[in-house]
């Protein structure tokens, strides 16, 4: 077991990993920061921290070395379950069930302290359960569940269990989502409020490409090319943990090609050319990254933070209140009400699922049925 101190670019504090090898001599490591800042004499105090963790390592290795998987404590397991699949799962995937796990499934049966083989429904019942009971959502449920499930169902196919405990278990009822959405002409006046200001670059994006948040945060220079009017859509920026930025959409249908719009193009190579003039006023200490959206510096934004600026814009203006996502949400309403095809609607927003488009968007489908029923009544009105 290897312990030792590193340090990040642009980050204050000490990383502190460990690395080990498994009996089968493959590598495996966990990094993880000490937020304990480098500036300053903090030196000795994070080496103490990072051999804490190697400590604490070293006993769960051990443990996981000599006990079969049966015998282990599910709280012990599922965290060795997490490890193992780090690495073929993106990492904001990985990011949130690591969250989810280590936030309320590992507390909740390391406290009951039942082994892999006695984990029963009802367990996993009470837990829900007790979830449910501390307000959080049907939705936080539904993300538990499917890490305890997907944890189990690997020892099912493995021949360790003989069946899956979470497969018996209903889940709380998830209280369908109404998004709020703008008119055309309330788009328009979010388009001339934001003018100028930090959030234009991104409501932009969001009003005309009904973009994500984590797309916009991830776009970069790179994708967009003025010369044949095109935009790709294939990197994201998303917020779990910590920032999360790759180059690597949702899905693959999430990765496209969008025209680029006259008024959007004009805007981004303005917004370019300020880039420059930062970047030349700030010299050397300019972050040089190609991402879109930046500050004067050239550090990228934060996806809290155009949220947070949207909101403020809108209570500033007496707008009424919506998400940034439901801009999105109304891009799509728009183009569904001037008649453009679900299918055309489905691929613009890079839906993998058609049926997705169509669960989401009924509303303006009702409103289109209900009309047509109008004018077929009109046309046979004796």
Known sequence: MIGYLRTKLNSP???????????DGNWHRKEISTKIPIKGNNKRKAEKFCEE??????????????????????SDYILLWLDNHKYNIRKSTYEGYRRAINRHIVPYFKEIGIKVEEVEP???????????????????????????????????????????AADRVKLPRIEKYHASYYTAEQLKEVLRLAKGTNAETAIILAVYYGLRRSEICGLKWSAIDFEHKTIEIKSTAVRVTTVIREDNTKSDSSHRILALIPEVEQHLKELQAQQADDKAFCGNTYIDTDY???????????????????????????????????????????????????????????????????????????????????????????
């Open 292 to 382: 879109v959206l930046r500050w004067s510096n050239g550090e990228p934004f934060l996806p809290d933070y155009i949220s947070n600026q949207f909101a403020k814009l809108l209570k500033d203006n007496h707008m009424p209140h919506i998400r940034f996502h439901d801009l999105r949400h109304s891009f799509a309403s728009a183009l569904l009400a001037e008649g453009v095809s679900m299918k055309a609607v489905q691929e613009l927003l890079g839906h993998s699922d058609f049926s997705t488009t169509a669960n989401i968007y009924s509303h303006v489908t009702d409103d289109a049925k209900t009309q047509a029923l109008n004018q077929i009544s009109n046309t046979l009105r004796l």
């Open 122 to 164: 009802h367990h996993i019942k009470r837990l829900y359960s007790n979830l449910m009971a501390e307000g959080l959502s049907a939705n936080t449920v539904k993300h538990c569940h499917a890490n305890i499930r997907k944890s189990l169902a690997d020892l099912v196919f493995e021949g360790v269990l003989p069946f899956n």
């Open 13 to 23: 504090y000490y990383y502190a990993v460990v690395k080990w090898k498994d009996t």
């Open 53 to 74: 963790l190697k400590r604490q390592y070293e006993e769960k290795y051990e443990y996981c070395k000599y006990t079969p998987i049966r015998d282990m404590l599910y």
